[in-house]
């Protein structure tokens, strides 16, 4: 198999660990007053960390739950064994694992795969997008009346200070034909790269968070932007991603609005 493919059956195997884990039980504890993490987070990464070793042996290793705010010498993993823990520890159905490569300039192979409809959505940066091996292209949507887009809300949000951009929030609840909040920023880009949605806007985001998905919408078709502005990296702090047409329009909503 080649190493795209070897990813997408190990990603695999992860979501397994996901399902498995829900059928019999989990422990969860808090990371923060809104934010959670499970047995499933954990051994999901601790699997996920081994297999992909063997995959590319010296290649660094970036998960969520085990690494620190530096970046490993590339190339390196960048992975996300449990998007959406929130949702996974209330048993909504939105959840995933995300596998992506970085090589220092940017990402070389993303996955994303939703265990509960068995949906696996992978990029090679220069082949194409794929769901399930079938080629899947972003929306050739031209203004926003005609979008449905999502967004998400930060995990350190106070009564005091909700810690998001409302304004950003409010300039397309007034334009679009709905916004959806699915709780994982990884499959929301993997629905815009697939069609299912015109457009994606999240600020505080991790590149675990991100890294996969960016690959799957621009290998789309789509565009991929910083949600602070300019080009995405992984450093970013957030993302605004979409269809190639509509994106000027997106960019429209959260620049002016940006507190910072």
């Known amino acids: 198999m080649s190493l795209i493919e070897e990813m997408e059956a190990v990603s695999k195997e992860a979501g397994g660990i ?8 989990m422990s969860v504890t808090r990371k923060s007053s809104h934010e959670l993490v499970t047995t499933a987070d954990l051994r999901s990464e601790e699997f996920l960390k081994g297999r992909l070793s063997e995959l590319l042996p010296g290649a660094g290793f970036m998960g969520e739950e085990t690494s620190g705010a530096e970046f490993p010498e590339p190339p390196f993993w960048v992975v996300d064994p449990l998007d959406g823990t929130n949702n996974y520890a209330h048993g909504f159905p939105m959840f995933c694992v995300s596998v992506a490569l970085w090589d220092g300039s940017g990402v070389t192979f993303g996955c994303v795969y939703d265990p509960l409809r068995d949906e696996c959505f992978r990029a090679e940066a220069g082949g194409g997008c794929l769901l399930n091996g079938e080629p899947v292209f972003c929306t050739e949507r031209r203004e926003l009346s005609e979008c449905l ?17 409302l304004g950003a929030l ?47 919408v621009t290998e789309a078709g789509g565009r991929v932007t910083a949600y602070e502005g300019g080009e995405w990296r992984l450093g970013s702090g957030g993302v605004v991603a979409s269809g190639p047409h509509v994106h000027r329009h997106m960019r429209r909503g959260v620049d002016p609005n940006r507190n910072g």
Do not use: I, N
């Not at 996901?18 to 039980?25: N, T, Y």
């Not at 009564?159 to 951009?165: A, F, K, Q, S, T």
């Not at 034909?177 to 806007?201: E, K, N, T």
């Open 18 to 25: 996901l399902l498995e884990v829900a059928e019999k039980g």
């Open 149 to 165: 887009v999502a967004t998400g809300f930060p995990y350190h949000r106070r009564r005091e200070d909700l810690g998001m951009d």
């Open 170 to 216: 409010k300039y397309f609840l007034q334009r679009v034909q709905g916004v959806r909040r699915g709780g994982s920023a990884a499959l929301d880009l993997a629905y815009v790269a697939c069609g299912r949605l015109d457009g994606f806007f999240e600020e505080h985001l991790k590149p675990w968070d991100m890294a996969a998905g960016c690959l799957l």
